[in-house]
């Protein structure tokens, strides 16, 4: 993709330059995301290998229970790190495609070396940021279901069924919580371009949240479609690689025994469809980043001055006769 093409950009146009540079780029972007995919396989197939015992009445000791709730927790620390480390690795070429520049997977992973805690720190401070932000909320919405239950006892009691007040409530209810959740994934996306400011810009932990924050204000809207959008590809390609053995797992369930190998065709398929589909959303992020730059401090213009300001390799010289 030329470097100029940078411009603002609208949604439609946003989420044809995601996937055009997806196309572009394919075996690129599944190359980096195979490696925190190949790295859950062991996981999922134990997961699948449990879940299926359960499923057939085998009760699990309780040793069994807390070493895989002890599994659990390690794999997901484990894989947070693997899979940060693949984000900032994606960013980078996603960045380097972008602008038009050419990148190896190799080359990818190579760009995030010296900034791995960094990545760590943001993604922790996010995730805890986030969902402290979750429980406040969840705090406020539960103050409000206890004023709504409280109007429909007080009705209650009054003697005359209201069947419409109680339809109203149970409306009002459902309401405030896709409210509830909305307003939180909106807030959360304030942090959706920390790790692309993080490693573009090479700023701090603290630092790239702020600018994150600075960079998303006033397009978290759009940002909150993309996500959305290319999170339900994700689920989609999950369903269509996954579901065939899903199926067959939950058929085996009348024979009383699944066969060997489903576990292993699962967490393998998981895999396959995690490194196929889980670059489209970060493709978006990061293209929404340079989106946010261009439109608020004209980094299309930057970038093309700092073109020009780069001298042009010399023509080869012929070999004298």
Same mark, same amino acid.
């Given at each position: 993709?030329?470097?100029?093409?940078?411009?603002?950009?609208?949604?439609?146009?946003?989420?044809?330059?995601?996937?055009?540079?997806?196309?572009?780029?394919?075996?690129?972007?599944?190359?980096?995301?195979?490696?925190?995919?190949?790295?859950?396989?062991?996981?999922?197939?134990?997961?699948?290998?449990?879940?299926?015992?359960?499923?057939?009445?085998?009760?699990?000791?309780?040793?069994?229970?807390?070493?895989?709730?002890?599994?659990?927790?390690?794999?997901?620390?484990?894989?947070?790190?693997?899979?940060?480390?693949?984000?900032?690795?994606t960013t980078y070429a996603v960045s380097e495609s972008y602008l038009g520049h050419k990148i190896t997977v190799?080359?990818?992973?190579?760009?995030?070396?010296?900034?791995?805690?960094?990545?760590?720190?943001?993604?922790?401070?996010? $995730? &805890?940021?986030?969902?402290?932000?979750? /429980? @406040?909320?969840? *705090? !406020?919405?539960? $103050? &409000?279901?206890?004023?709504?239950?409280? /109007? @429909?006892?007080? *009705? !209650?009691?009054?003697?005359?069924?209201?069947?419409?007040?109680? /339809?109203?409530?149970?409306?009002l209810i459902v309401l405030a919580e896709i409210i509830w959740m909305g307003s939180w994934l909106l807030w959360s996306l304030r942090y959706a371009v920390s790790i692309p400011a993080l490693l573009l810009e090479r700023l701090g932990v603290l630092s790239s949240l702020r600018r994150s924050v600075l960079l998303t204000r006033g397009r978290r809207w759009q940002m909150l479609v993309a996500v959305f959008l290319c999170s339900m590809i994700a689920y989609v390609g999950a369903i269509v690689f996954e579901g065939p053995f899903l199926m067959a797992l939950l058929f085996s369930a009348r024979t009383g025994q699944a066969p060997e190998w489903l576990p292993y065709a699962l967490g393998m398929s998981g895999a396959i469809g995690g490194a196929i589909t889980g670059p489209v959303l970060l493709i978006a992020l990061v293209l929404c980043y340079y989106d946010t730059r261009i439109r608020k401090e004209a980094f299309d213009l930057q970038f093309m001055m700092t073109s020009l300001d780069t001298p042009a390799p010399a023509p080869p010289t012929g070999s004298p006769a």
């Open positions: 993709m030329d470097a100029t093409e940078l411009r603002p950009l609208s949604l439609g146009e946003l989420l044809d330059r995601t996937f055009r540079l997806y196309r572009q780029h394919f075996w690129l972007f599944v190359g980096i995301m195979a490696i925190p995919s190949a790295f859950s396989i062991p996981f999922m197939v134990l997961f699948f290998s449990s879940w299926s015992s359960i499923m057939f009445g085998r009760t699990p000791s309780p040793q069994f229970a807390a070493s895989m709730m002890l599994f659990v927790l390690v794999f997901i620390c484990l894989f947070g790190a693997v899979y940060s480390v693949a984000v900032g690795a190799r080359g990818a992973y190579g760009k995030v070396r010296g900034f791995f805690w960094r990545i760590l720190g943001v993604v922790f401070v996010a $995730i &805890v940021r986030a969902y402290g932000m979750l /429980i @406040l909320m969840g *705090i !406020g919405m539960g $103050i &409000v279901f206890g004023i709504l239950a409280g /109007i @429909l006892s007080v *009705i !209650g009691r009054s003697g005359q069924p209201r069947p419409v007040f109680a /339809i109203i409530i149970g409306l």
